[in-house]
């Protein structure tokens, strides 16, 4: 069994950390108010930014997930979270240097700015224009380059119970798509963003990247359809529907899963059917 550390242990390294205490791994999970941190998770309180509070760090760990969350949506958090935040849990493993442990990274496909519904992968060129995409990309070159073995995985749109905006969003006509091209979503369900991080510690050869996707990229407009009608809603009502502009991406991209099906990993919810047929089950109950 492994000693595992998750650097930012909010809802998705909370349910992570159960699971692989569970399963008889020891994990430690840090934030700044490790409260709300469960057990059999030890919870240790320390913020990344705040380079004096890592000493709480155990050692001689065999994983690292970093799963940090910014407290906003602007650069100067980014910045803080994603960049400094690793910056400065690389700087201090690095003084120690009495562990060579694993780094398992968490980003985003938001890396990818492809908007011309272009198949994407681990080898597809990275050129975000948007302030996310650019922080996350920089701090994913930070662990690349440390001297700390790394893979980074970069997952599409997460989606599961508790995370249901898209579907207030079809509720409410605050969605933008087009009848006339297809503008791909990529998604994964929260149950197989947990079984991919669990997956992976059991894999011998790890990548470098892997993006983690489920096995169908789907065009907005036919996923709005398909939720709106789970939903009741009147399909003209869709059609005839003054959406919201302001809702629109720049991205437009198809991303593939190949790598991470490679590894034997397989899905839970291969596609948004699975995956929102459940949510919407349980909502209308």
Known sequence: MSRILIAGCGDIGTRLGCRLANEGHTVWGLR????????PIIALRADLSCPE???VIPEQLDWIYIILTADGF???SYKTTYVDGTRNLLDFLGNRKSTSPRILFISSTGVYQQSQGELVDEDSPTSPVS???????EAEQLVAESWIPSTCIR???????????????VRNLRVWFSTEYPTYRNLIHIED????LTHLVTHSALEPIYVGTDNEPVDTYKLVCWIAEKLG???DEIKSANLDEGARRGTNKRCSNKKISGTGYRFRYPSYREGYSEILDAMNH
């Open 53 to 55: 509070t890592l000493h």
């Open 74 to 76: 602007d650069d100067d």
């Open 131 to 137: 302030f996310s995409g650019r922080r996350l990309l």
């Open 155 to 169: 997952f599409a749109g997460i989606y599961g119970p508790g995370r249901t905006r898209f579907i207030e969003r």
């Open 193 to 196: 963003v947990i079984g991919i």
């Open 233 to 235: 809603m009147p399909a």
């Open 32 to 39: 700044r108010n490790p409260e709300a941190i469960p057990p």
